[in-house]
Nanobody, 122 residues
Framework: QVQLAESGGGLVQAGGSLRLSCVAS????????MGWYRQAPGNQRELVAG???????NYADSVKGRFTISRDNAKNTVYLQMNSLKPEDTAVYYC????????????????WGQGTQVTVSS
């Protein structure tokens, strides 16, 4: 079973920074893409940033130039550096991973962490 555990959320003033981390643990063969999503009250969950195993990244337009996603494959960890935070960034942030649990199995994209709250005050 694969577990994803996020950390690093909190309360910050507008213009401030936070760094989120997500560690994958448990028994699995490999991880391909990893990403961060967020969900604000009343809104659907949306992609914030994604990173492929080789390091290619993609970002939501709303966070380009402010957020940076990175990963440490040796530690099965993905990070999200969030700078110049705005009140509209307030949401629960979720980690997602594309995981092959056994060498013979297909990659699955439905692994999620429990979420970490990010609150940006104005």
């Amino acid at each position: 079973q694969v577990q994803l555990a996020e950390s690093g959320g909190g309360l910050v003033q507008a213009g401030g920074s936070l760094r989120l981390s997500c560690v994958a643990s448990g028994r699995f063969f490999s991880i391909r893409a990893m990403g961060w999503y967020r969900q604000a009250p009343g809104n659907q969950r949306e992609l914030v940033a994604g990173i492929a195993a080789g390091g290619d990244t993609n970002y939501a337009d709303s966070v380009k130039g402010r957020f940076t996603i990175s990963r440490d494959n040796a530690k099965n960890t993905v990070y999200l550096q969030m700078n110049s935070l705005k009140p509209e960034d307030t949401a629960v942030y979720y980690c997602n991973a594309e995981v092959k649990e056994r060498y013979w199995s297909a990659y699955r994209e439905d692994f999620w962490g429990q979420g970490t709250q990010v609150t940006v005050s104005s």
